[in-house]
């Protein structure tokens, strides 16, 4: 019988799209979220919950109000409930999320850059 | 000013003891655990939630009812709400714990291996 784990890196191979978390697993209600980053995202906040990034490859920014945290490989950041915030990340970047099932990856700032929010890979 | 992010392989320096998670994050009320582990740890569940593990350094096993699953350095697995589980590593490992608040390591078998569980690092 094989019992299924998740090798977090080749799930990224599954994933072209820019911007478009994808579920990799799931504890209780909250998700493990990966996606591929490039370019600038839009600032906007989860008005209902804490939001956890972790950089799985590459190096990405998070945009605050009070200043820019610059993340590398194996560093994390928790950006808290209701803070505005703006990703970007000048090269190809490889993130993990981790939040409750059910947010919306542009806040309530519907566009072009919402994703779905249930894809599992 | 500086905006406090965390480098997760940092934090494991902070770490001398084995099976003794040390809280690095929180996100709403969940939490973000490091553990240095190696040798057999117990049988154990955790009735009222799932647990999630992610092999930083190192390789794992979570020994299961149906079989073993083997993790290595970036591999996750999620044990589910009561399944009975036992880790051992036979080599230090490094590992990320997500889980609530307040998840006892040992579940409701209390004794030599049950740590404090609110340990910030």
């Known amino acids: 019988m094989e019992i299924k784990k998740?090798?977090?890196?080749?799930k990224f191979l599954q994933i072209s799209d820019y911007w478009s978390p994808k579920i990799i697993?799931?504890?209780n209600d909250y998700q493990f979220k990966l996606a591929k980053i490039k370019g600038e995202f839009i600032w906007h906040g989860h008005k209902d919950?804490?939001?956890?990034?972790?950089?799985?490859?590459?190096?990405m920014n998070i945009e605050l109000?009070?200043?820019?945290?610059?993340?590398?490989?194996?560093?994390?950041?928790?950006?808290?409930?209701?803070v505005?915030?703006?990703?970007?990340?000048e090269k190809e970047c490889m993130i993990m999320l981790i939040e409750p099932r059910g947010v919306i990856n542009t806040?309530?700032?519907?566009?072009?850059l919402t994703a779905a929010n249930d894809t599992w890979i």
Chains 1, 2 share one sequence.
């Open 6 to 10: 998740i090798n977090i890196r080749n």
């Open 25 to 27: 697993a799931e504890i």
């Open 49 to 59: 919950t804490d939001e956890a990034f972790i950089v799985v490859e590459g190096s």
């Open 65 to 82: 109000e009070e200043g820019t945290v610059s993340l590398n490989e194996g560093e994390m950041y928790v950006v808290k409930k209701g």
């Open 84 to 89: 505005e915030h703006k990703p970007y990340a």
């Open 107 to 112: 806040g309530e700032k519907i566009g072009e």
